[in-house]
Structures are given as C-alpha cells and as structure tokens.
C-alpha cells in the first residue's frame, strides 16, 4: 500500500485546510485510514481514523468538532477537513493505514505517508 499525503500549508488561527490522503496498492487489505500529527519534540499522536466501508470515525478529544475526516472510495482518498485550526495544531500531518479497526495507537498501523506540514499561524 502506499499513500500520498497532501494539502498542508501555512494559515492564519482560525482558518481551515483539507489535507488529502490518496491511497494505491492494496487497498483492499486496508480497514482503517487514519491521521496522525507529530509536533517538533513531541510524540506523534492520534487526530482522527475511519473505516473504509461502514464509515465508522473516531477523533481525539483535542480535535472534536473542528475537524472531520472523510473518504472516497471510488477514489480511494481520505480527507482530513480541519476547520477553527490553532496554534497548537501546528506539525506534520500524516496519513496511516491499518487492517484493525479504529485504532489510536500508531505502532498499530501498518502503511504511512511521507507527511504534510501544517503551520498555523497566532
């Protein structure tokens, strides 16, 4: 599987950015799509997943109702929409794929994308 992230970019604290995932190869062996960030000198953390076919999410609690994550199957592309974005939603984005479901913990995802840096600016 491999996956190609973008849509990162530089915005203003309170402005919006659709980040995109598009995924080839093996899709078919991929359950969930899922967003990750990593900060400069922080762990990466969970932002948001999805299921591939029953359109089950799950969001961190720092991200809930600001930022949506959907798919195109048809395309085979997940989009991350971020919305009333912070300061501290400063880092790079990435994308990860995973044959369990739902799950948080990125030593549990299998396929990664190269990364997107998100810059919000106060």
């Known amino acids: 599987v491999q996956l190609q992230a973008s849509g990162g970019g530089l915005v203003q604290a309170g402005g919006s950015l659709r980040l995109s995932c598009a995924a080839s190869?093996?899709?078919?062996?991929?359950?969930?799509m899922g967003w990750f960030r990593q900060a400069p000198g922080k762990e990466r953390e969970f932002v948001a997943a999805?299921?591939?076919?029953?359109?089950?999410?799950r969001y961190a609690d720092s991200v809930k109702g600001r930022f949506t994550i959907s798919r195109d199957n048809v395309k085979n592309t997940v989009y991350l929409q971020m919305n009333s974005l912070k300061p501290e939603d400063t880092a790079v984005y990435y994308c990860?794929?995973?044959?369990?479901?739902?799950?948080?913990?990125?030593?549990?995802?299998?396929?990664w994308g190269q990364g997107t840096l998100v810059t919000v600016s106060s």
């Open positions: 990860a794929t995973t044959s369990r479901w739902l799950v948080v913990d990125f030593q549990r995802y299998d396929y």
């Open positions: 999805i299921t591939w076919s029953g359109g089950d999410t």
């Open positions: 190869g093996r899709t078919f062996s991929s359950y969930t």
